[in-house]
């Protein structure tokens, strides 16, 4: 796959120079750009080609690439359709690729249910959070409610709510017309200690981050490896 795309780049520069464009400005690459990278790639899975949802993760691809590579982890793309379990009440199966993790949890769901926060917790987001929520809601990435009431029963059952934080960061990038266009970034993220919701997950995997020696050390087992 890389090949395929490293021979289209070298055959048509301007896509080099477009693909360039787009790196810290606010400039969206060109959808036919998106697309023929696509094809690309679905052509060297051998697998057919079709139009990337608009509002939801596209995980066909990764499941193509899985099955291509012969990873044996299946779970992560049910997640993209899904959402992934929270260690809650639903887990992670362990498949022998990290290594499991003792159970952390030090409350139950029964007890969390029968001590929930007093705290108000919904209205204490700033506009900037708020925004960003919205933008969410627009692209169909979570759903919103106009109340508690009505999230519960769509959920049907009583909800822990959890304090939503806002993270905010200026960046700084280069519009078309090369002039400097500051935006305000917000992330945000869930305090699960208010609520008490992380007193009862467990993890399940310990996730193993590549070191620097590993890149080495797998770089030299290809160099020796045969028909490199």
Request: net charge negative.
């Amino acid at each position: 796959m890389a090949g395929n795309i490293a021979n289209l780049s070298k055959k048509s520069w301007d896509l080099v120079d477009k693909v360039l464009e787009c790196i810290g400005k606010a400039v969206q690459l060109e959808q036919s750009i998106i697309d023929m990278v696509r094809g690309i790639m679905f052509d060297a899975l051998k697998v057919d080609c079709r139009p990337m949802p608009k509002h939801q993760i596209d995980d066909y691809p990764l499941e193509a690439w899985r099955q291509k590579a012969g990873y044996p982890d299946d779970q992560p793309t049910s997640w993209c359709r899904e959402g992934a379990p929270s260690g809650i009440l639903l887990g992670v199966e362990n498949l022998g690729i990290f290594p499991t993790d003792p159970p952390e949890a030090t409350s139950t769901v029964e007890d969390l249910l029968d001590n929930l926060p007093e705290e108000d917790i919904e209205s204490q987001c700033d506009e900037d959070v708020l925004n960003a929520l919205d933008t969410y809601i627009q692209h169909g990435w979570i759903k919103g409610f106009p109340d508690r009431r009505s999230a519960e029963n769509f959920a049907g059952g009583e909800l822990v709510l959890n304090r939503i934080i806002g993270i905010k960061k200026q960046k700084r990038s280069k519009d078309d017309k090369g002039n400097t266009v500051i935006t305000l970034k917000t992330r945000t993220d869930l305090d699960t200690n208010a609520s008490g919701t992380k007193e009862v997950v467990n993890k399940f995997e310990r996730a193993l981050l590549p070191r620097p020696l590993d890149v080495v050390y797998d770089t030299l087992d290809r160099l020796n490896a045969p028909n490199r």
